[in-house]
Structures are given as C-alpha cells and as structure tokens.
C-alpha cells in the first residue's frame, strides 16, 4: 500500500500536475481496493492482488491502448491505461487537455453546463447558445480571460432567462387554455388555481434572478474596461508599453 501511496505518474507538465494526477488516479485505485475488500470480504493484502489483476488489460484493450483508441471516461480507466502503457496514457493526457482548451474557447464547455442531463438537450440548443455567444463577443471582443468568462457567464444566465420566460409562457397558455374550456362549460372565467398561479410565480421569480445575473455580469464586464490603471512618468529614459518600446527624451532648452 506504501508503493501506490507514493508511486508519481509520468504524465507531461510541471510537476505540480502530475502529482495531482497521482492523487487522483491513486485515490480510484483506492477505490477499487476498498470496494473489493468489502464485496468479497478479503483482506486488504488480497483486494491489493485482486485490484492489480484488474489493471492488467485484456487483448481488446491492449490493442486499444496501443492504437490511440484510449479511454476518457473515469480516473480509474485512465490508472488503467498508465499502468498499461505509460506512453500511450501521457499521449492521452495531452489529447484532453487539449480537447479541454478548445470546449473553454469555443463556448461548448459553458453550452454543457446549462444544457443540464447529457440526452436531453438538442444541436439547436446548442447552436442557439453559441450564437448568442458570438454575438457578445463580437460585441465585447473579450481581451483578457476574466474577460471570456463573464462573456460566458452573461451567455448562460440569459439562457437560464429565456427558458424560465419560455416556461412561464407554457403555464400561462396552458391556464389560459383550462380557463376558456370551463368558461365553454360554466358560462363564466374560473380564476387561476393556486397551484398553477405558485408555478407560474415561481418561474417568474426565476426568470427575475437570471435577468439580474445577465446585468450583474454586464456591469462587472464594464468596470473592467472602465477602470484602467494610471501611468505616471516621471523620469525614463525608455519605457515599455503594450510590448513597445517608447524612447522618452527632454525637449529643447526653453529660449532665454
């Protein structure tokens, strides 16, 4: 138990990451371990032989290993593939690292997050977020990362907004609809019954606070570009400013 405690990954980086890498893939193992022990009642020194068992691969998966075909989906799969073939574990590492860098920049990363439960969302969904994305950056033009993500929190919240507009809209339509079909029955208008009236407050509730994160987030985006720090010279020879260098000279002496 000693060795996994201090085995260190050979992953690409500083080693700051690949120490927390270690943490993590250990920590699975662990697990595994853990949940060994308790489903068949063994000892610790015998989950230990049983969990290393189950890190050897099979010949599908070497092959699958070997091929690039390397999983992504739990840090137990990614212990898997290390122990299995260190090179083809620090070549998937870098591939989600990557993949990670360019969900944050396209906006897919931020369109996941209130797309909610993977299924149910759609490609207009998705479209639709992005293209109000695009449409803040184009207007914004983001310069900074902080930048990009209140671009991205502004993009979010707004959705948030429309669905709860959209979902007002639905319970409004269908009591409107419930309404018309019992005045046809009765003669006269029901008023709206408590239940529907709670949901439809509590939607517009909802629809207020995400309408007040889009504001809160546009004015943060402001006070950045408002507040720009003050530069006072007083004596230099040469000064660098936005990666230019500006010689700075005494003028002529002053006419008697």
């Not at 015998?46 to 068992?53: G, M, R, Y």
């Not at 990557?98 to 969900?103: E, S």
């Not at 239940?195 to 439809?200: I, K, L, N, Q």
Request: glycine share 6%.
């Amino acid at each position: 138990m000693g060795e996994l405690a201090t085995r260190q990954t050979t992953a690409p980086g500083p080693a700051r990451e690949a120490n927390a890498l270690a943490h993590e893939m250990g920590g699975a193992l662990h697990a595994m371990i853990e949940d060994i022990r308790m489903a068949y009642n063994v000892e610790p020194s015998e989950a230990l032989t049983k969990a290393l068992e189950y890190l050897k691969p099979n010949e599908l998966q070497a092959w699958r290993y070997d091929n690039g075909f390397a999983p992504t989906g739990s840090w137990w799969e990614l212990e898997k593939l290390a122990h299995a073939n260190p090179a083809a574990f620090e070549a998937q590492w870098e591939r989600m690292r990557q993949a990670a860098r360019d969900d944050l920049q396209s906006g897919h990363l931020a369109a996941r997050i209130v797309e909610g439960t993977p299924g149910l969302n759609s490609p207009q969904e998705r479209a639709q977020f992005l293209m109000l994305r695009e449409a803040l950056m184009v207007d914004w033009q983001p310069k900074a990362g902080v930048e990009q993500m209140l671009i991205d929190n502004i993009a979010q919240a707004q959705t948030l907004y429309q669905r709860c507009i959209l979902q007002l809209a639905t319970l409004e339509g269908n009591e409107t609809k419930r309404q018309r079909a019992e005045y046809d029955k009765d003669g006269y208008w029901q008023p709206p019954r408590v239940t529907d009236f709670e949901a439809m407050q509590q939607e517009a509730e909802m629809a207020d606070r995400f309408n007040r994160l889009v504001v809160r987030n546009l004015r943060h985006l402001c006070d950045l570009r408002r507040y720009v720090p003050t530069v006072t010279i007083q004596a230099a020879g040469q000064v660098n400013i936005a990666q230019q260098q500006i010689n700075l000279s005494p003028g002529p002496p002053e006419e008697p």
